[in-house]
């Protein structure tokens, strides 16, 4: 994240022709470039790690990482727009920006692993029996 912020701040700043960087049309252009490039990377690479870890086949945690994908791309598209909004603003002080992300991952990480493990969106198989019908044992 450091190295992309440094990125978004630097040379792309420039790229876009921006003196400042918090013009609102350079906010919007460095929210533009997150949310396509970076946001697709870094979801994927998340599901792909979290089937690794979880020692699961190679073609299972391919196909996770596809049906999780449009999911999380539009979670991401609904959660980071507004923070960095607050990212790229002029009253978030370069130094800070790195922290303020972290600090806003741990809430993302919790979104993703959420969708990725929601069996409705990866289609596991059946929906798990309620705690009356595994405890007690009648047949239903």
Not at 43 to 69: H, M, Q
Not at 80 to 107: A, C, G, Q, R, Y
């Amino acid at each position: 994240v450091h190295f992309w912020l440094l990125f978004l701040e630097g040379p792309f700043q420039e790229f876009i022709g921006s003196s400042t960087g918090t013009e609102w049309w350079a906010i919007v252009a460095k929210i533009a470039v997150d949310q396509t490039f970076f946001a697709v990377v870094l979801n994927t690479l998340y599901a792909l790690f979290l089937g690794a870890l979880s020692a699961k086949p190679l073609d299972e945690v391919l196909s996770r990482t596809r049906k999780t994908f449009i999911p999380a791309l539009f979670s991401s598209w609904r959660f980071w727009p507004f923070v960095h909004l607050v990212t790229f603003s002029p009253f978030m002080p370069f130094e800070l920006k790195v922290l303020w992300n972290d600090v806003v991952e741990i809430v993302w990480v919790a979104v993703l692993s959420l969708i990725a493990n929601d069996e409705k969106t990866v289609g596991a198989g059946s929906e798990p029996k309620g705690p009356s019908d595994s405890e007690s044992g009648d047949a239903a």
